[in-house]
């Protein structure tokens, strides 16, 4: 790979969502350029100050290291002078390897947070589709939170955010993750924002958004609190919606 083609798989490597052949190729490079090297510190070192710090599960370090003997095998091979052909492993064999490890790769890196994006949106779509959008329809924050207390075993904090375009529209239990958790509902303009909310024994992340399905979703954790936000409204308000949520 290229230095121009390295620095644009950097941010997704540091945020682990390359597959893992792109991020060992990857991580040979930086070994052999330094200003590739240095481009990845500062990013990560960026990365760390923001406080996007990322929980993922990674590879174990056995596979990786037999992805990466792999891939030094076909580069051996390939750099294999003509009278050693007839004793190379033919290259399916290979490539078959490679697959196998990423397939396992991809089951063991695929993270949790890849299920709870589509438990989050099938909630969304459920509480839109079967026309039970809130157990307690109200555009109160005093109405609403309390509703709450005799439900659940947390109190998730209910703001009022009309004045910043985000209209309080309800709230409603809700079960995803194994647990009961808070929808807490709010609308701007046609779209509705479903933010579930639920106790975590995870320390403060910053934000991350994906698409799921067509839709944007955003989760985030503060105070022991788990927030995830799904709807069809742009990644840009729904990502001041979380912003708002903690401020
Ligand atoms: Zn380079």
Redesign the pocket.
Known sequence: MS?KE?QGLMDPYIDRELDLVRSIELER?MHD?P??ARLHEDRAALRTAIGAGSLRYRAPDTLKKSVQAALVERDRQERAPGRWRWFRLPGPVIAATAAAALLIAIWWVRPVEGALQREVVEGHIRSLMANHLTDVPSTDQHTVKPWFAGKLDFSPTVKDLTAEGFTLVGGRLDYLDNHAVAAIVYQRRQHVINVFVWPTSEGDRGERAAVRQGYNVVWFVRSGMAYWLASDLNPAELRQLAGLLIR
């Open positions: 230095c390295i490079h350029c200003s590739c």
